[in-house]
Every structure is written in structure tokens, then in C-alpha cells.
Nanobody, 122 residues
């Protein structure tokens, strides 16, 4: 069993930055693929970024490339999402997830956090 706890969400003006954190417990963190997804009101949950196990290659959705950076600290069992140049359309609940495949498909992730709200005002 894996427990995930996100933090770092909040209200920010357009152009601002936030850093989300996701602390994992219960198993060997470095062996997991980690990802961030988001869900805006009335929309489906969508992929944001993923980082592979170990040293961690990364992949990000086109909508956030160049603005968001995913990283991990295996010693702290934590994955981060640094979000810069935020836009109102980035407003959503952000979820971290644990999976076995380096993928952008929701079905490849079996454990999810409770989510943290990010609101970007114009």
C-alpha cells in the first residue's frame, strides 16, 4: 500500500509560481514512476508530467512544457512540480500518482493522492 499526500497548492496571480510537493510512504519510493495529473471543473483528469524511477527521465504535456518541471528526491520520498508562468487555464485540482509504467495514461497509475487546489487569477 502506498499513501500520497500533496501540498503546496494555493491562489496565485497569472505569471506567478507555485511548487507542489507529494510525499509518499509505505514502499520503496525510488522504484516507482511518479506523475502529476490535474482536473479542472467539468473536465476529465489530464496528464501533466511524469518522472521515471531511479534517476528519473521526465516527460511533460505540451500545454505545460517550458513552464512546469517535475523532479524527485528519493531520499525524502517526495516528488515535486515546479510551476512557473502560471495561467488562469492552469486552475485545477492537482493530483500526484504512483505507477509502474512511464506513461501519461491514467490507467497506468494505481495510487493517487487526495489532490491540492491550484487557482490562478487573471
Amino acid at each position: 500500500q502506498v499513501q500520497l499526500v500533496e501540498s503546496g497548492g494555493g491562489l496565485v496571480q497569472a505569471g506567478g509560481s507555485l511548487r507542489l510537493s507529494c510525499a509518499a510512504s509505505g514502499r520503496t519510493f525510488s522504484s516507482f514512476v511518479m506523475a502529476w495529473f490535474r482536473q479542472a471543473p467539468g473536465k476529465e483528469r489530464e496528464f501533466v508530467a511524469a518522472i521515471n524511477r531511479g534517476a528519473g527521465g521526465t516527460y511533460a504535456a505540451e500545454s505545460v512544457k517550458g513552464r512546469f518541471t517535475i523532479s524527485r528526491d528519493n531520499a525524502k520520498n517526495t516528488v515535486y512540480l515546479q510551476m512557473n508562468s502560471l495561467k488562469p487555464e492552469d486552475t485545477a485540482v492537482y493530483y500526484c500518482a504512483v505507477g509502474g509504467l512511464f506513461s501519461q495514461r491514467r490507467d497506468d497509475y494505481g495510487y493517487w493522492g487526495q489532490g491540492t487546489q491550484v487557482t490562478v487569477s487573471s
